[in-house]
């Protein structure tokens, strides 16, 4: 009788611990798209691009994302890697977007895509994104997504080539 007694707390424990520890299996990998990249600083040392993002949330529930680390290459280049805090909520089977800016020095880091980013003002570039949204979920494990497409830069504004 008192083996029953300690067993079963043991077992409920065991349960719980399995149950907490695979929340991350439980979290579908939303899908990520890399929309646009838009120029918004064209100097001789550094470029700053804005990156936009579409998500959209295959699960019955919100994701509450407090921070993304991601990778993305253009035509096999890597172009942009990095983290960066955010507050965003893709509603429960729906969508969203955001945007992260990023600085580059593509004359010293990677000449070659200068090339890619003069071309994809005139035809689409083939990317691969990479990456995992951090939840505000407690005892979630991140959301690891992967993805590619095509991406074409809008127009580089004057704006851009004024600001250096």
Known sequence: MKTRTLLLPLLSSIVLLTACASTGSLVSAPDVSLRNVEATELGFSEQTF????DVSNPNPF????????????LDGYRFATGSTPTSIMVPASGASEFAISVEVDLMRTAPQLLYIVRDSLKRDIPYELHGQFALDIPMAEPVRFRTNGAVRMREISQQALKSH
Not at 50 to 53: A, C, I, K, W
Not at 62 to 73: C, F, K, Q
């Open 62 to 73: 919100p994701l509450p994302v407090r921070s993304i680390s991601y990778g993305v290459d």
């Open 50 to 53: 804005l990156l936009e993002f």
